[in-house]
């Protein structure tokens, strides 16, 4: 019998080749012989199909950017009166400033304020001010704070739908350009008072907000007592919570929660929560993973109103991919100095003494995290002339007679009791330690009376100025001990320096609560 066309394993007799011959020579189980031409329709049909794959695979992603692209909206960069635009620049490669704006209604769209009503484009005002710089090196991201309350030179801006421009204003509320033309007017005022050319702005509404942070899954928050704000709607017990939805947009707009009730502490609220988003954002890889990715830009451009050089989602993509890597320790969170307006306390000016600096290392695309580069010796002022007057002696404390609390936020019990041996070894004889939980910064308050006292300890621990808190509830001095003190005998450094108000995305602060 003949074994011609039949296939036989190798090893075996006959004439039958092996597996590996028959898929060089075209010979397949069963006896087909495909030759040369029947290869090639096999090659063809598998080419064919990858091809087809691959078209649909980049039809689909085509899709999904025009979905995410129908939601964008824009407004002109900047309609400031005999202002340019800030020249193209490339998200990749070179420093960026995009300002963020926050309003209670997506204004380009005349969308419905929380009180009910339309607003047409221009209206309102904006809740948030925030400016970023991205680095070019890709290693620093600065978000500088502008609180709501700050009076600044207002420029003329041109209404984009048209009509008379704006009153130029020597003095105006920061707040209030957004409602003379839209985010380019407030883009014009804030390049008028930094000497920055801003490249790009992004304006969310609120609905923004509530959806991202369902979207993340909640964001971690703590305060320091319990806070029930019935003007925002926030609740929250006293420590570490996660919020979401209503309750982070409350956490976000509170004003009476937080500090003094001023816009102070609800700036170091929204700080604290974008550090927050940045830690969760990095730690589960968000910006890697594309599904995610995309559920969180099509949450964010339902919600977003951008200058037309941020209108493809492809720049937006971009701008994801420049901060994925960046430290969270070169993330810093800065407010502007500023001071009480002599005119109204109420309202605050540019404390510009203090200012400068950190516009001119913005402008030079320098980080904050890092030591300033020393002044020239030109710089520095002539010597021979009238010596500057010896300070004056710090007040005498008697520390024996200062009650001092210590409260062991860091979850070690030992932790306490080395801290309160640290205060009676330097004469505090009436220390007692009581233990709390979730304090992730040292903070030391005071009631009346015990300034001097409280001061002599924050020096002491090396506790930064701003964490000097006055108490209407202490008796004598409370140290709140945060997990930025588990050893030695100071605090770990501010990486600010202690210089500018603010945080980096590493720390983990705790907000004071009004009242508290």
């Given amino acids: 019998m003949s074994n011609r066309g039949q296939f036989q394993p190798a090893g075996t007799s006959g004439s039958g080749a092996s597996l590996s011959g028959a898929r060089n020579s075209g010979i397949v189980p069963g006896g087909r012989h495909l030759g040369k031409a029947g290869a090639a329709r096999g090659l063809m049909v598998v080419a064919f199909t990858l091809a087809a794959v691959l078209v649909a695979l980049v039809g689909f992603v085509a899709v999904q950017l025009f979905r995410l692209q129908a939601n964008v909206d824009t407004e002109p960069l900047n309609i400031g009166s005999g202002q340019e635009s800030a020249l193209p620049v490339d998200l990749s490669t070179d420093p960026v400033q995009i300002l963020i704006l926050g309003t209670d209604t997506r204004l380009a769209n005349g969308g419905e304020s929380p009180g009910g009503g339309d607003r047409p484009p221009g209206g309102g005002n904006s809740d948030v001010m925030m400016l970023m710089n991205l680095s070019a090196d890709r290693e620093d991201v600065t978000v500088l704070s502008f609180p709501r309350d700050l009076l600044v030179p207002l420029p003329s801006c041109r209404a984009p739908a048209g009509g008379d421009p704006s009153t130029a204003m020597d003095l105006g509320q920061l707040n209030g350009a957004l409602a003379s033309g839209g985010p380019g007017c407030t883009v014009a005022a804030i390049n008028n008072v930094t000497g920055l050319n801003i490249d790009h702005f992004m304006m969310a509404d609120f609905d923004a907000v509530k959806e991202l942070s369902e979207t993340l899954g909640g964001v971690e928050v703590c305060v320091s007592e319990p806070v029930e704000d019935e003007y925002s709607g926030l609740s929250l017990p006293a420590g570490t ?9 409350a956490f976000l707009r509170t004003r009476y929660g937080f500090g003094d009730g001023g816009d102070t502490g609800r700036i170091m609220a929204q700080q604290a929560f974008l550090a927050s988003m940045a830690r969760k954002v990095q730690a ?7 599904p995610r990715l995309y559920s969180i830009a099509e949450t964010i451009t339902r919600n977003l109103t951008v200058d037309e050089g941020l209108s493809q989602v492809t720049a ?4 994801a991919d420049r901060v994925k890597d960046v430290d969270l320790a070169n993330m810093a969170f800065v ?45 520095e002022a002539p010597t ?3 010596e500057d007057p010896a300070p004056a002696d710090p007040p005498s404390i008697d520390a024996a007679a200062v009650p001092v609390i210590v409260v062991n936020g860091t979850g070690s019990t030992a932790r306490g009791a080395a801290v309160r041996s640290l205060l009676v070894e330097e004469g505090y004889g009436q220390t007692q330690t009581v233990e709390t939980s979730g304090a992730p910064v040292t903070q030391v308050y005071f009631g009346a009376g015990y300034d ?13 100025g701003a964490q000097l808190i006055p108490s209407p509830t202490a008796v004598g001095v409370e140290v709140l001990v945060g997990t930025d003190f588990l050893s030695g005998a100071t605090v770990t450094p501010d990486p600010l320096g202690g210089e500018l108000q603010g945080q980096t995305a590493e720390e983990e602060v705790c907000q004071q609560a009004s009242g508290s």
């Fill in 241 to 249: 919570s996660e919020v979401e939805g209503e309750q982070a947009l």
């Fill in 284 to 290: 589960e890889g968000t910006l890697t993973n594309l």
């Fill in 316 to 319: 937006l993509l971009q701008l």
């Fill in 335 to 379: 407010t502007v100095p500023t001071m009480p307006w002599d005119q109204d306390p109420n309202r605050l000016v540019l404390d510009e003494e203090a200012a400068e600096p950190l516009f001119a290392a913005m402008r030079a695309d320098r980080s904050l995290t890092e030591p300033a580069p020393a002044p020239s010796p030109s710089a």
């Fill in 384 to 386: 021979g002339g009238a």
């Fill in 452 to 464: 001097a006292a409280a001061a002599g300890i924050a020096d002491l621990f090396g506790v930064d």
